[in-house]
């Protein structure tokens, strides 16, 4: 069973940080690109952050650029989204995705236009001002 669980989400305060972690499991993810995505209450889903398959190629929403770091082991099939100075709308419910790819070095453009066909089920995170 292909599945994604995401891990790490937390109450924390304003200007602080964690660590968020997306365990993959049921096939290789080597290849996909893997990406977090977060909903606010009564918001749209949005694109936080990619990653392509090798590691080498990240994209950032533009709101959390500079602040939050993707990074991924694909020897333990995890990704990693590290969140620093964090900020009340940062406030969300956040889901791994992956979008599977043949060539590690491509990255899914944003928007992906809904090419994202493998989600987990969030994890709630929370920064309190």
């Known amino acids: 069973q292909v599945q994604l669980v995401e891990s790490g989400g937390e109450l924390v305060q304003a200007g602080g940080s964690l660590r968020l972690s997306c365990a993959a499991s049921g096939r290789t993810f080597s290849t996909d690109t893997m990406a977090w995505f977060r909903q606010a209450p009564g918001n749209r889903r949005e694109f936080v952050a990619a990653?392509?398959?090798?590691?080498?190629?990240?994209r950032y929403a533009d709101s959390v650029k500079d602040r939050f770091t993707l990074s991924r082991d694909n020897a333990g099939n995890t990704v990693y989204l590290q969140l620093n100075r964090v900020k009340p709308e940062d406030t969300g419910v956040y889901y791994c995705?992956?979008?599977?790819?043949?060539?590690?070095?491509?990255?899914?453009?944003?928007?992906?236009?809904?090419?994202?066909?493998?989600w987990g089920l969030g994890t709630q995170v929370t920064v309190s001002s």
């Open positions: 995705a992956a979008d599977w790819h043949p060539d590690p070095d491509i990255c899914t453009e944003v928007p992906d236009n809904g090419q994202y066909e493998v």
């Open positions: 990653i392509n398959g090798s590691g080498g190629s990240t």
